[in-house]
Nanobody, 128 residues
């Protein structure tokens, strides 16, 4: 079983930047992709970004495209989410997830049911 530990959340002001980290332990060589999702109070969980561990493919939600960047450090088994120009609507609990097997279509990584394990989440609060 893979354990995922997110960190880097916090309280920031609109326009600020924040970097989230997600460290995976065990079975890391088997990970095909990692993704970030978020869930705001009273809302459904939504896709934010995903990356294949080969690093050749990244995917973003339209709402964060151009502001957020997902990257990975395979040596550290860690995926990062660099967030710039944060907005109040970015306020949510952010979760990382892993998928072990390849997908037939990269866009499938935008759907939470394609992921095998999830972290506990880290809270990001953006004040306006």
């Amino acid at each position: 079983q893979v354990q995922l530990v997110e960190s880097g959340g916090g309280l920031v002001q609109a326009g600020d930047s924040l970097r989230l980290s997600c460290a995976a332990s065990s079975h890391t060589l088997s990970i095909y992709a990692m993704g970030w999702f978020r869930q705001a109070p009273g809302k459904e969980r939504e896709f934010v970004a995903a990356i294949t561990m080969s690093g050749d493919s990244t995917y973003y939600a339209d709402s964060v495209k151009g502001r957020f960047t997902i990257s990975r450090d395979n040596a550290k088994n860690t995926v990062y989410l660099q967030m710039h120009r944060l907005k109040s609507e970015d306020t949510a609990a952010y979760y990382c997830a892993v998928r072990f097997s390849a997908v037939s279509l990269g866009t499938q990584l935008k759907y939470d049911y394609y992921y095998n394990y999830w972290g506990q989440g880290t809270q990001v609060t953006v004040s306006s």
